[in-house]
């Protein structure tokens, strides 16, 4: 006897992208492949789907329900990580169920979120250095360590001009623009795109190598 199944879009697309009789798993490896994220957003949610398949390894669409989400943050409770952490995770594992829904894998009253709420979380108020804290960092002797020195000096470049990590990292000689005696950082936000103008201030810089090109 020959089993015959109904014929359907959705399969279709599915057979079409490689999905077809897979797993949550390898949906969400594929949707963040084709994603067009940010390297700093990619590693997030790479970080987030590495948990996934260590917690439930292989899972089948119509295993996605409340006991399933439910567990999986006693799981990263259960690893040590911090609330704050474990509600990024929670936050990028809602995001590709939610892309499920959208292409038909799983139907939306079955949404485990409808019943399961991500709980928010507060974040611990920032405590910023004062300028005695950061010169004593500045001055620091790491010359034997080049490669810690070249991350401090970093940092101290990031606090001095109020850059981002990301903003920072993408930084270069042809973003300082100078205007009457003074050198400007000019070059937009990866985040938003918006301008930045601030002062870059004349720090020193201990290691050899060149923080920005």
Same mark, same amino acid.
């Given at each position: 006897?020959? !089993? =015959? ?6 399969? /279709?697309d599915? @057979?079409?992208?490689? /999905?077809?009789?897979?797993?949550f ?9 084709? &994603?067009?994220?940010? $390297?700093r ?9 590495? *948990? !996934?398949d260590? $917690? ?6 119509s295993?996605? %329900? ?7 943050? #006693?799981?990263?409770q259960?690893?040590?990580?911090? %609330? ?17 829904? #959208?292409?038909? $894998?799983?139907?939306?009253?079955? %949404? ?8 928010? =979380? ?5 405590? @910023? ?7 004593? !960092? ?8 080049? +490669?810690?020195?070249?991350?401090? %000096? ?5 606090? *001095?001009t109020? /850059?981002?990590? +990301? ?6 000689? +042809?973003?300082i623009?100078?205007? +009457? ?15 930045? @103008?601030?002062?870059?201030?004349? &720090? ?7 923080i920005?090109?």
């Open positions: 006897m020959v !089993l =015959v199944e109904k014929f359907t879009f959705e399969k /279709l599915a @057979y079409l992208k490689g /999905l077809y009789n897979q797993t798993n390898a949906f969400a490896r594929y949707e963040l492949s084709q &994603a067009g994220y940010k $390297y957003h990619k590693s997030q949610h790479n970080a987030t789907l590495d *948990y !996934l260590e $917690y439930a390894p292989d899972t089948a669409f295993q996605v %329900d409340y006991n399933f989400v439910r567990g999986f943050n #006693r799981f990263l259960n690893k040590g990580l911090k %609330d704050s952490t474990i509600y990024g995770h929670e936050k990028r594992l809602r995001h590709h169920l939610i892309e499920t829904i #959208r292409q038909g $894998y799983i139907k939306p009253e079955k %949404d485990p979120y409808y019943s399961y709420k991500i709980k928010p =979380v507060k974040y611990e108020t920032v405590r @910023y250095l004062e300028e005695s804290e950061l010169k004593k !960092l500045e001055n620091i002797d790491l010359a034997h360590s080049p +490669s810690i020195e070249r991350v401090r %000096d970093f940092f101290i470049f990031s606090c *001095y109020g /850059l981002s990590f +990301s903003d920072a990292a993408n930084f270069n000689k +042809s973003h623009k100078r205007e +009457s005696g003074e050198a400007w950082v000019s070059n937009p936000r990866i985040k938003t795109g918006n301008k930045l @103008y601030p002062v870059l201030f004349r &720090a020193h810089f201990h290691s050899q190598t060149p920005f090109s």
